[in-house]
């Protein structure tokens, strides 16, 4: 974006806060939007919450469950930073928010996303050792390095963040501070800038494709490996089983990836405001319900586990009563 040099000495100001539009500025779909979502919102922590409350069964302490524990909890975390924020705009006249407040939130989304995005690679390692040295998965999977996978994922996605959270606030705003989204993300924000923004447009597009190519790359080729091993297995059932494992990942990945690189890595050409306030909310709302639902109904095991929690709850309350 640039602007004339008299007229940004003119018009530099101190924002102090930020006003975000929203999804769509007509009245009468505020409250039938903020129906709609509220749901969603609520499913999305349902959903994530019983997953990880799933997960702590005894018979589901292996990494795989591990690693969909940590991204259930990022993806209440990650709805949490923009849904609670969208849905008070929906019912209220005034939509500003705070200049730290609008800082606080771009990192936290961008923190989450990120360390998500790196979390997917680790599963896919995970499901790479599993399958291709099925025999030292333990040994090669213990809890230490697990650990260290969802530490790294949450350092890598730390860092990120925080680096082109600094790099955007630290650009001077000036004249209107009406962000056309519905949350505080950076494309919008830099076009509120009263400098060129070029370099730093170009800088952001090389930050975005590391941080995403990396952990896709990585994710790529273990999945390129994965299905060369799978062919290679004389039997069906054991091909079919190897297959099922690692299909609940690769839609969450397609799903992730597809909405958010289509935002990111899209040419300026065709780029709009509007198309993107749609795959944001892929990202940013759906994907994070579908992903329960995605590794409940392919995986018997943790179907298994739910009708262990169910029952064992309902006995609960039976004894109870009967006491």
């Known amino acids: 974006m640039k602007y004339p040099e008299d007229s940004r000495r003119g018009n530099l100001t101190t924002v102090s806060e930020f006003i975000l539009l929203g999804l769509t500025n007509h009245r009468e779909l505020q409250v039938p939007l903020f129906s709609i979502y509220l749901f969603i919102y609520t499913i999305t922590l349902m959903g994530n919450i019983l997953i990880i409350l799933i ?19 990022l993806e209440i975390c990650y709805t949490s930073v923009t849904i609670p924020k969208m849905l008070v705009n929906f019912l209220s006249e005034n939509r500003s928010i705070s200049y730290v407040g ?6 936290f989304l961008l923190f989450l996303g990120i360390s998500e995005c790196f979390l997917l690679a680790a599963m896919a390692y995970d499901r790479y050792v599993a399958i291709c040295n099925p025999l030292r998965y333990r040994l090669i999977m213990n809890r230490r390095v697990c650990l260290s996978l969802a530490v790294l994922s949450w350092f890598s996605g730390n860092i990120a963040s925080l680096v082109q959270t600094v790099w955007v606030f630290n650009l001077p705003f000036c004249g209107s501070n009406q962000i056309n989204y519905f949350f505080c993300d950076i494309s919008p924000l830099i076009k509120l800038s009263c400098i060129d923004t070029s ?4 800088q952001l597009f090389t930050t975005t494709i590391l941080v995403n190519i990396t952990p896709f790359t990585l994710i790529l080729v273990s999945y390129i ?12 059932e054991g091909r079919h089983k190897a297959f099922s494992t690692c299909s609940s990942h690769l839609i969450v990945v397609t799903l992730y990836y597809g909405s958010s690189g289509l935002i990111y890595l899209r040419p300026k050409s065709i780029n709009s405001q509007d198309s993107n306030k749609v795959l944001a909310l892929m990202y940013t709302t759906i994907t994070p319900i579908l992903n329960p639902i995605v590794y409940s109904l392919r995986n018997n095991e943790v179907k298994g586990a739910l009708w262990r929690l169910l029952w064992d709850g309902l006995k609960r309350k039976i004894f109870s009563q009967r006491n």
């Not at 997960?55 to 909890?73: E, H, R």
């Open 55 to 73: 997960t702590l069964d005894t018979a589901l302490q292996t990494p795989m469950y591990f690693f969909l524990q940590v991204l259930s909890f």
């Open 199 to 202: 370099s730093y447009e170009m």
């Open 225 to 236: 490996v994965i299905i060369s091993t799978i062919l290679k297995m004389a039997s069906a």
């Open 102 to 107: 609008c800082a606080a939130q771009m990192y």
